[in-house]
């Protein structure tokens, strides 16, 4: 077990069992997350035996960075796990702080047509400590801060639901990571239980619906879970959420040419989403060599938008990140899968 998969809370556990304080938890955290140490010997205030009862059942190893490939205003880090699996994050620098979005599995079983994660079907979960580690070292390696985070790389994050929230827990804990809740974004498909349990979080994190269709029919060709969670049963879910939670709803939208981005569709999504709290993110497709895809030409995705205005409906266009990189979701792992 590797020790960056405990929470704060965890970690004070662990010292009570051990029939020691509790706030040797706190010390031990801020070691690890405030200074940042790779050896337990670098501990000071707390008693190496106490020390070595921790490394004895976890270990304090990081993942192994095998690529990054690099465009203007984006990083893109493909990690070995300890398995010899791989992931990947991708670093974005915007105006207002470094966002890095980061994995939840390696490989994904949702199957969505367009995305070269769901080529490749899922082999795990990832673990806890997977998750946090991509963030703190990618924070390590630019001598930067990590202002936002979003759950939206290899992987379904509500399919690894419990990990997610113990993930969140450690990377907002301001002895942690110190993430405001507000600045930390988790992406489904659509899974409906999970978004039900989602709303009782007591933590104000923001929730992306990748949604990518204005009705059944396109979105059944493209996403297999709207055959199990059709758009009907998964807008009323989403009232219910912002009802409850009273938070604002992303819905991802990225548009694939000749598919769901004429004019009509884009009259669909907005009667789809009228009177709802939420924005509407238009995201111009990353396309891949394995993938039959097309990205919607410029001119379209302007018209698209223009519609959505007039419609009232609260959108933007995302900026394009990567266009001389591996970009699309799951690519960087897939080339070295490939190989």
Not at 81 to 87: M, Q, R, V
Not at 222 to 241: A, H, R, S
Request: with cysteine; proline share 2%.
């Amino acid at each position: 077990m590797n020790i960056y998969g405990l929470t704060y809370e965890d970690l004070e556990n662990l010292f009570l069992s051990f029939d020691s304080k509790k706030f040797h938890g706190n010390q031990l955290f801020s070691w690890l997350y405030e200074k940042r140490i790779k050896d337990y010997n670098e501990i000071t205030n707390i008693k190496k035996e106490l020390i070595k009862q921790i490394e004895s059942k976890y270990s304090i190893n990081r993942l192994k960075i095998v690529n990054v490939e690099k465009d203007k205003d984006v990083c893109k880090y493909l990690f070995e796990l300890s398995d010899k699996e791989h992931i990947e994050a991708v670093l974005m620098r915007h105006d207002y702080g470094n966002s890095i979005c980061v994995s939840s599995q390696v490989g994904c079983n949702m199957g969505c047509k367009f995305c070269e994660s769901g080529r490749r079907k899922k082999v795990r979960n990832l673990e806890v400590h997977e998750m946090v580690l991509q963030i703190l070292q990618i924070e390590e390696e630019l001598g930067e801060r990590i202002s936002h985070v979003v759950v939206m790389g290899i992987g379904e994050p509500f399919d690894n639901y419990d990990n997610l929230v113990k993930f969140i827990k450690i990377i907002n804990h301001p002895k942690g990571l110190a993430i405001g809740a507000r600045h930390i974004t988790v992406s489904t498909c659509g899974l409906v239980p999970k978004i039900k349990e989602f709303s009782n979080l007591d933590m104000q994190v923001n929730l992306a619906i990748s949604l990518h269709a204005p009705n059944n029919e396109i979105r059944n060709k493209i996403m297999p879970i709207n055959k199990v969670y059709p758009l009907e049963i998964l807008i009323e879910t989403l009232k219910d959420y912002i009802k409850k939670t009273n938070r604002r709803i992303t819905f991802e939208y990225i548009l694939l040419k000749g598919i769901n981005d004429s004019n009509h569709n884009a009259e669909e999504l907005a009667n789809l989403v009228k009177g709802m709290n939420c924005y509407i993110n238009l995201i111009p497709y990353n396309e891949t060599n394995n993938i039959e895809f097309k990205r919607s030409n410029t001119l379209q995705i302007m018209r698209f938008y223009d519609i959505l205005k007039k419609n009232r409906i609260n959108a933007t266009i995302r900026k394009e990140f990567g266009s001389k990189i591996s970009a699309a979701c799951g690519q960087l792992r897939s080339k070295k899968e490939d190989l």
